[in-house]
């Protein structure tokens, strides 16, 4: 008798333990995650060389997410000069995070240089930098073409 009710106590206090139903969320509470979503959308980073634009892979690290809070509320142009004979280099304006590492670079990659100059090369280099990105639609002979015939301007924007 003493077991048959120490088992019938024990499901009692395991039953009581057991999750309440729960509350049906008032209709402004159904609404925040919605809109938490649309926050969340981000846009995609765009860049221009001159007037082409280029589909660019980008990193996913603080430094680009710093790089897109510069081009947040329109576009943001740097102005890039030739150096090397084979990159493209110009002074962002502003000082962005950086974790530099050893790297070879080839052609279409996009770095970040002493942590406030932007890089994009048309040919190979190996440096200490914070990979950006990469141009994906582009050969190596159409970045010669596009990189190497003088000064140009990098245009970033967010779509």
Not at 6 to 14: A, E, G
Request: with cysteine; hydrophobic share 35%.
């Amino acid at each position: 008798m003493k077991k048959a009710l120490l088992c019938l106590l024990l499901m009692l206090v395991i039953c009581g333990c057991a999750k309440a139903p729960e509350e049906k969320e008032s209709p402004a509470e159904e609404e925040i995650p919605e809109k938490q979503e649309e926050v969340m959308e981000e846009k995609t980073m765009k860049m221009r060389i001159n007037t082409t634009e280029v589909e660019v892979e980008w990193e996913e690290n603080e430094s680009v997410e710093a790089l897109k809070a510069l081009c947040a509320d329109g576009e943001y142009t740097i102005a890039m000069s030739m150096y090397g004979g084979f990159e493209q280099v110009g002074e962002i304006g502003a000082e962005l995070p950086r974790h530099d590492t050893s790297t070879v670079t080839e052609s279409g990659d996009i770095v970040l240089y002493s942590g406030d100059s932007l890089v994009v090369f048309y040919g190979s280099n190996s440096w200490s930098y914070t990979r950006l990105g990469k141009i994906t639609d582009k050969t190596e002979l159409e970045l010669i073409e596009l990189l190497s015939r003088g000064d140009v301007t990098i245009t970033l924007y967010q779509e």
